[in-house]
């Protein structure tokens, strides 16, 4: 069974630092492009960004909003993406999901979702 | 960046009635190579996240009923609910997937 689980939401000031998690489980992640896609509360769905495989160079690519002050990496051996996000602002306040795009479809598996709250 | 135009952004349709919901894109999403729009819609109901109904503009995703219904191709697309159902309610949302920056439209909202 495929399962994405998001954590390292919280509470932070603006102008802080937030590092989210996505540890995977259930298929073969080092060969999945994993992507990031945030929501506010009562709002639309936006992509933050994504990461390609080793086999794609591991290309990452961002959201304009996002970025220069959002960092996505993975590490395949511990089957875990990451959100490293700086410089946040108010804006940013958003639950974020974690999902993988396979080659044979749009996004087909979602995490649950973490909340991040930026304010002072 | 492709901006993804949905309308309307809700509806109220009675239960056993249809539900149209459409999508266009600013530039094509159909890959020409491929002969494959890059075009998925999504239904999200509240607290949860999105679930992947239709991917390539028409292919529905194993386990979800047939009254659901993708069609068109290059900027313009339809998401067809033939009978909308009660757990139907929800929001919709169509995606490209061709080029990143991957964008969303802005979602309908359907009610009975």
């Known amino acids: 069974e495929v399962q994405l689980v998001e954590s390292g939401g919280g509470l932070v000031q603006p102008g802080g630092s937030l590092k989210l998690s996505c540890a995977a489980s259930?298929?073969?992640?080092?060969?999945?492009?994993m992507h990031w896609v945030r929501q506010a509360s009562g709002k639309g769905l936006e992509w933050v960004g994504r990461?390609?495989?080793?086999?794609?160079?591991?290309?990452?690519a961002y959201a304009g909003s996002v970025k220069g002050r959002f960092t996505i990496s993975r590490d395949d051996s511990k089957n875990t993406a990451y959100l490293q996000m700086n410089s946040l602002k108010t804006e940013d306040t958003a639950v974020y999901y974690c999902t993988r795009l396979p080659i044979t479809s749009g996004f087909d598996y979602w995490g649950q979702g973490t909340l991040v709250t930026v304010s002072s | 960046d492709i901006v993804m135009t949905q309308s309307p952004d809700s509806l109220a349709v009675s239960l056993g009635e249809r539900a149209t919901i459409n999508c266009k894109s600013s530039q094509s999403v159909l890959y020409s190579s491929k002969n494959e729009n890059y075009l998925a819609w999504y239904q999200q109901k509240p607290g949860q996240p999105p679930k992947l109904l239709i991917s390539?503009?028409?292919t529905r995703e194993s386990g979800v009923p047939d009254r659901f219904s993708g069609s068109g191709s290059g900027a313009d697309f339809t998401l067809t609910i033939s009978s909308l159902q009660a757990e139907d309610v929800a929001v919709y949302y169509c995606?490209?997937?061709?080029?990143?920056?991957?964008?969303f439209g802005g979602g309908t909202k359907v009610e009975i």
């Open positions: 259930g298929f073969t992640f080092s060969g999945s492009a």
């Open positions: 990461i390609r495989s080793k086999a794609n160079n591991y290309a990452t």
């Open positions: 390539w503009a028409s």
């Open positions: 995606q490209q997937y061709y080029t990143p920056p991957l964008t």
